[in-house]
């Protein structure tokens, strides 16, 4: 009797056959594991490289606290997707990876082997495959134009680049072009100027802030939905605000983000265009107007305080049970919370590639052709601007009694505050909050609470709609606070709409955010 070992059962054995491989049929198969003399072999495991070395034992303490899973004492697991690099040079295999210093902290590490000149086509070809295996889909060697805002946050961001994320980014054979941003707004010169030819990636070390600036940059020039299309933005977290890349690198920190980014793939974003006055800018995340916009904008006096600052600011006003009287206009889509999370997880099974993400093509709005998508420059805007009348079939509705006006396109608003957890990539709308300002206080402090432990999406009243645009009107008030992507903006009428993966971020997966998505699925 024969048995056969799976790879579920026996990490040393090779997996499936490799992207490659699919595409050659199998002609391209070698040994899973390199021979280091007699002392050390490399092996492509399942999902990792699997090391086995005796000087391990005697050398180090290497397996980073308990960091890695490890078998022996004199074997290391180092998971694919922390394998940024390895070539064969001068008879010596150098292999570069992430590896954990802390639950929340990656660095570059090398390990080196020698081999014999008979043996460098065998090596080469394993080197090979065990790149396919690291990158999968992700494309190899970015070229990335990284932005550092070095007032980001309490001024680290320099010190963060340099220290945890070009290395890793130089480990991974990424080309960099790297600027420190001068003043506010660079970021939008920067990149309506840049050569887009020659570059994948546009990566702000900084908060949410160079973000935005980015995709207004893109959406600035002639060619804006080529761009927007060809450009990846990235933020590896440097700011006060970093709710772009808990959303898509599922962390704030800095070195772990920059793994994700060199592991990325490209997934279209739905971009929001705002009017107000007779400006027109791109919204990636949110906008708000009432307690959240105010919370955050109007204590800027007390940075001091950190994250502590939103709280008491929200606490603050939310005693005075502030509402914000408007008058607000809603083309809407889905307004029932089943719909929504059956939306959500048809999204989750849906990988159609990028290319069919974008567009309008999938909505079924009655005057989609508008905006039929052979401009070279934005989109042109279906529902007209913040000056025009009102689009057909839009009706201003009072809420004199409005507490918080939350619009966002993401889930994560800040790390650990998943407000928007119905929130998609490019489903080609925006998930609207309201919530009345005279709920009462207890209510308001235990959906603050349920923001943080992931029940807010299920509370009856929290009014979670899917949409495509709305107008907003402020009234009955003086000057208050609007904020757009967390930037403060006039406070007067603005209009917005969504298109549908005009944008380009990466991701881990592809087509979803690093959220656990809207809670009870
Ligand atoms: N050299 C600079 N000096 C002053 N401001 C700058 C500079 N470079 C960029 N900025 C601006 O700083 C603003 C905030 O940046 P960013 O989001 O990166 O950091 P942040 O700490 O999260 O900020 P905030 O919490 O204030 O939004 C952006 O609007 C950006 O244009």
Known sequence: MTTTT??????????????EENGRGNSFATDATLAVGRNA????????????????????????????????ANTRAVPFYHI?????????????????????????????YPFEYQQVEAVNKWVYKLLDRAYGPAQKKKRVKVLVNPHAGKGSAVKWYHRDIEPLLKAAQCSIDMVNTKYMGEAVEITQ?????????????????????????LGKRPDARKALAKIAVVNLPCGSGNAMSCNLNGTDSASLATLVMIKGIPTPLDLISITQGENRTLSFLSQSLGIVAEADLATEHLRWMGPMRFHWGFLARLMGQKCYP????????????????????REQNNHEPASERRGYK??????????????????????????????????????????NFYCGNMSYMAAD??????????????????????????KTVQMLLNVDNNKFFDMPDVYY???????????????????????????????????????????????????PGPWGL
């Open 465 to 515: 709609r899917k949409i495509l645009g709305y107008r907003i009107i402020p009234k009955d008030q003086g000057d208050g606070y609007i904020s757009i992507d967390g930037e403060r903006v006039p406070f007067q009428p603005f209009q917005a709409e969504v298109h549908k993966g005009l944008g380009t971020v990466l991701s881990k997966s592809g087509h979803m955010y690093e959220s």
């Open 362 to 403: 999938h909505l079924l709005d009655d005057d989609a052709s508008a905006s039929s998508g052979f401009e070279d420059g934005l989109p042109s805007l279906r529902y007209g601007t913040v000056n025009d009348k009102l689009p057909d079939g839009w009706e201003l509705i009072p809420y004199d009694k409005l507490g």
């Open 6 to 19: 799976t790879p579920i059962d026996n990490p040393f054995v090779d997996p499936a056959p490799s992207f």
């Open 193 to 217: 100027g840049m050569d887009i030819e020659a570059f994948d990636v546009v990566a702000c070390c900084s908060g949410d802030g160079l973000p935005h600036e980015v995709f207004n940059g």
């Open 417 to 442: 505050a998943n407000f928007f957890g119905a929130a998609l990539p490019n489903d080609g709308y925006m998930d609207l909050i309201c919530i009345n300002g005279d709920l009462g206080r207890l």
């Open 84 to 112: 940024l690099w390895a070539v064969l040079q001068d008879s010596v295999l150098t292999i570069q990876y992430a590896s954990p210093t802390s639950k929340t902290t990656v660095q570059n590490a090398t390990l080196n």
């Open 41 to 72: 072999s490399l092996t492509l495991g399942t999902d990792s490289l699997i090391v086995l070395d005796e000087s391990f034992e005697k050398r180090d303490h290497s397996n980073c606290c308990g960091l890695w899973p490890s078998g022996t």
């Open 326 to 345: 408007c008058d607000i206009a809603v083309k809407s889509v889905l307004e029932d919370k089943p719909s929504i999370r059956e939306l959500y997880k």
